[in-house]
């Protein structure tokens, strides 16, 4: 069973930087893209970061400049690294992974991690 298991989330004051993780397990053959959204209290999930298999990168122009995606292909982990954060960055952040096990494609999504920015 593939599972998506985010972590790093927390309490930061605006300015400050936070490291989210994503790490892959499970029955896994390949992963291709992989992205990370979030979703703010009464808001929809958004796409903020995006990479594809080879390292290629897009990002949402609300966080383009402050946060920087990232993969280690090896080990199946997934990261984001956030710095200069605001008040608005204030929410739960997943994971997302389009990756093959043995059997079949599919896009599989994380728990989620809180992350608040706040003073």
């Known amino acids: 069973q593939v599972r998506l298991v985010e972590s790093g989330g927390g309490l930061v004051q605006p300015g400050g930087s936070l490291r989210l993780s994503c790490r892959a397990s499970?029955?896994?053959?390949?992963?291709?893209?992989m992205s990370w959204h979030r979703q703010a209290p009464g808001k929809e999930r958004e796409l903020i970061a995006f990479?594809?298999?080879?390292?290629?990168?897009n990002y949402a122009e609300s966080v383009k400049g402050r946060f920087t995606i990232s993969r280690d292909n090896a080990n199946d982990i997934l990261y984001l690294q956030m710095k200069h954060l605001k008040p608005e960055d204030t929410a739960v952040y997943y994971c997302?992974?389009?990756?093959?096990?043995?059997?079949?494609?599919?896009?599989?999504w994380g728990q989620g991690t809180q992350v608040t920015v706040s003073s």
């Open positions: 997302n992974a389009d990756l093959a096990d043995y059997t079949s494609s599919a896009d599989y």
């Open positions: 499970g029955n896994i053959f390949a992963i291709n893209n």
């Open positions: 990479i594809t298999s080879g390292g290629s990168t």
